[in-house]
């Protein structure tokens, strides 16, 4: 009965980890590719009369961008398993050469949640005898790592990419059907502010901030950088 309960509360924690993960990538790809190509799309609008040029530049950066992002996703990723690949490497040489030390720190830690010594002793005499158990302890309870997913890296590049693009052919879409850059600015800044305002409505929510606030402010800032490009266009117009 003890086993089924704790895999239960094992698949769940780890489902709710992917769904962090999930989350976090959305969060990053969109909010960059809904900002980004807005804020080109409008800059461009206020020095090009034809709306064609305006989805050529776009769907160029676009493609950089969703790059570029998903590339980051998958270095950071990486760099979270090679972190703890090595730290795995460190305690398991600590286990083997540093016992007495390791030994201390596995004790202090069941002290620290409220174990008597008796109890204290058992336990790290208990973990102690299966090298690999001990190791992964260490690590989680220790250093407060969890064994991240091995496909981490390819998953979050994808997440990433794919938000971006998703994020970024909102701006652009207007440019499709009107060739008139200014007239599809127009569209194209109600369609962006209104889907970063519930973006960040959402993301607010999520993430436990005010929603109404957060999703102000991430529209602000969308429209701020759309504005500052526009202006500056328009500047070296003239």
């Given at each position: 009965?003890?086993?089924?309960?704790?895999?239960?509360?094992?698949d769940?924690?780890?489902?709710?980890?992917?769904?962090?993960?999930?989350?976090?990538?959305?969060?990053?790809?969109?909010?960059?590719?809904?900002?980004?190509?807005?804020?080109?799309?409008?800059?461009?609008?206020?020095?090009?009369?034809?709306?064609?040029?305006?989805?050529?530049?776009?769907?160029?950066?676009?493609?950089?961008?969703?790059?570029?992002?998903?590339?980051?996703?998958?270095?950071?990723?990486?760099?979270?398993?090679?972190?703890y690949?090595?730290?795995?490497?460190?305690?398991?040489?600590?286990?083997?050469?540093?016992?007495?030390?390791?030994i201390?720190?596995?004790?202090?830690?069941?002290?620290?949640?409220?174990?008597?010594e008796?109890?204290?002793?058992?336990?790290?005499?208990?973990?102690?005898?299966?090298?690999?158990?001990?190791?992964?302890?260490?690590?989680?309870?220790?250093?407060?790592?969890?064994?991240?997913?091995?496909?981490?890296?390819?998953?979050s590049?994808?997440?990433?990419?794919?938000?971006y693009?998703?994020?970024?052919i909102?701006?652009?879409?207007p440019?499709f059907?009107?060739?008139?850059?200014?007239?599809?600015?127009?569209?194209?800044?109600?369609?962006?502010?209104?889907?970063?305002?519930?973006?960040?409505?959402?993301?607010?929510?999520?993430?436990?901030?005010?929603?109404?606030?957060?999703?102000?402010?991430?529209?602000?800032?969308?429209?701020?950088?759309?504005?500052?490009?526009?202006?500056?266009?328009?500047?070296f117009?003239?």
């Amino acid at each position: 009965m003890d086993t089924h309960l704790h895999h239960d509360h094992n698949d769940h924690v780890e489902s709710h980890l992917k769904s962090s993960d999930l989350l976090r990538d959305v969060v990053i790809g969109m909010s960059d590719g809904l900002t980004v190509p807005f804020a080109l799309a409008a800059g461009l609008s206020g020095a090009v009369d034809k709306s064609s040029i305006i989805v050529i530049a776009g769907i160029a950066e676009i493609a950089a961008g969703s790059i570029a992002m998903g590339l980051g996703g998958y270095l950071a990723g990486k760099t979270e398993q090679d972190h703890y690949k090595s730290e795995v490497k460190r305690e398991y040489d600590e286990v083997e050469n540093l016992r007495h030390v390791e030994i201390a720190e596995t004790k202090e830690f069941f002290a620290n949640i409220g174990l008597s010594e008796a109890l204290q002793v058992q336990a790290t005499e208990e973990i102690a005898r299966d090298k690999d158990l001990w190791v992964d302890f260490m690590m989680k309870y220790e250093l407060g790592l969890d064994k991240p997913d091995p496909k981490r890296a390819t998953k979050s590049a994808l997440n990433i990419g794919i938000s971006y693009i998703v994020g970024g052919i909102i701006p652009l879409s207007p440019y499709f059907f009107i060739d008139d850059s200014a007239e599809a600015l127009k569209i194209s800044a109600i369609a962006t502010l209104v889907c970063l305002f519930v973006f960040g409505y959402f993301k607010s929510k999520v993430t436990g901030v005010n929603a109404l606030s957060g999703a102000i402010r991430v529209t602000l800032i969308g429209a701020v950088a759309a504005a500052a490009a526009f202006g500056v266009a328009k500047l070296f117009e003239h």
